[in-house]
């Protein structure tokens, strides 16, 4: 009997530290803390409007030969999707300004809230401007 006992200690043990562990990180003992993830999902979401803002960008500059003169373009925002066609603000901006159109990309200012010039965000420094996810400014 006390042989079982003993093997009832040693799996317990590897399961509660398991547990622990597991506990630990919900509460926000362990991995990116709750401003962090925040931060990530704000420029993942801008992000994603930027490149679907820079899709309708190019469809407008296939069909017509030139980039749209501004954001506001009627024809660009009937490229976009229904959820795009509001004012398209930069959640970063604090004016809540619309995203910085440069003649043929937007991008957002970023956490910084300052336009650095297209730049691209720099994840230590927390400095620069999001542009779109996987998208060459050449």
Not at 46 to 70: C, F, H, M, W
Not at 121 to 129: F, I, L, P, Q, V
Request: charged fraction near 25%.
């Amino acid at each position: 009997m006390k042989q079982e006992n003993r093997n009832q200690r040693t799996i317990k043990w590897p399961i509660l530290s398991l547990v622990g562990t597991l506990v630990a990180y919900a509460v926000g003992g362990c991995g990116p803390s709750r401003e962090e993830r925040l931060l990530q999902h704000k420029l993942d979401y801008t992000r994603n409007i930027l490149k679907t803002i820079q899709a309708g960008i190019e469809v407008y500059r296939q069909n017509r030969g030139v980039y749209p003169d501004s954001l506001d373009n009627n024809v660009l925002r009937r490229l976009l999707p229904p959820s795009y066609r509001g004012e398209l603000k930069d959640i970063f901006s604090p004016t809540e300004a619309p995203f910085v159109y440069d003649g043929r990309t937007s991008y957002s200012v970023g956490p910084n809230m300052i336009d650095d010039g297209g730049q691209p965000y720099d994840s230590e420094t927390k400095s620069g401007d999001i542009l779109p996810s996987r998208w060459k400014t050449e």
